[in-house]
């Protein structure tokens, strides 16, 4: 018995926030602060803004982007401002930055100059490629749990297996009645070795897949 999972994934690495971060800019007498939070998950987005928002609850604007689930979502939201003048930019931003799995929040303190629409594009798209420019940066290994139970005697040829197709960290073995381990296997690499072990099956070992990320 076996379970494959497909998931259309090119590259082995992404890139993260490792932390918050914050930067200032004063353009026109309106302060901009932008906000960077490393995020996963919707819950986490709205934990966020509403942790911003209640800080800056005197700004004018709490306009926001942000580029979840290895980027595969993505939203953006002007917050008040006129329509496409700063959520894009923000969002514009991100994806020049090649980071995933964050929300960016610019928050406006509107000085008593008006910028124009093509003024606030460049103002929340500075402010957000300003503090993406700080925030330090933690590579991730796009990668594919692999569960294998096996007998003994194919422990040699599966230990073999899995060195050749290289692993996100050392595998994890446990014995009992039968052998069992797991592996984080590369996406890159998955493929490759689901067809190894369909090869293997005879030998009467089962095999799964769960995805990290």
């Known amino acids: 018995m076996k379970l ?6 090119n590259d082995d690495v992404f890139w993260e926030p490792a932390a ?12 901009f602060i932008g906000h960077i939070f490393p995020c996963r ?5 709205r934990a966020v803004l509403a942790m911003v928002e209640a800080k800056h609850r005197n700004a004018n604007h709490n306009c926001f982007a942000y580029c979840l ?3 595969r979502l993505k939203h953006s939201s002007d917050d008040g401002e006129p329509s496409g003048t700063a959520g894009k930019p923000i969002l514009a931003a991100i994806m020049k930055s090649g980071m995933v799995n964050l929300i960016v929040i610019v928050t406006r ?9 093509r003024g606030l594009i460049e103002a929340y ?4 490629a300003s503090v993406l420019s700080l925030a330090e940066r933690v590579e991730r290994t796009r990668s594919n749990r692999l569960a294998v139970r ?3 005697s194919e422990i040699g040829d599966i230990a073999h297996l899995l060195s050749a197709y290289g692993t996100a960290g050392a595998p994890v073995w446990k014995y009992g009645a039968e052998a069992e381990v797991s592996a984080d296997i590369k996406i890159s690499a998955a493929p490759k070795i689901a067809v190894e072990l369909d090869e293997l099956q005879a ?3 089962i095999y799964s897949w769960n995805w990290l990320f």
């Open 109 to 117: 303190y509107f000085g008593g100059i008006k910028l124009g629409v």
């Open 125 to 128: 798209g500075q402010t957000a």
């Open 203 to 205: 030998r009467k070992l």
């Open 20 to 31: 918050e971060a914050t930067a200032e800019m004063k353009i026109k007498r309106s302060l």
């Open 4 to 9: 494959i999972c497909v998931r259309l994934m």
């Open 69 to 71: 689930a290895e980027g």
């Open 41 to 45: 998950e919707s819950e986490g987005v």
């Open 150 to 152: 096996l007998p003994y």
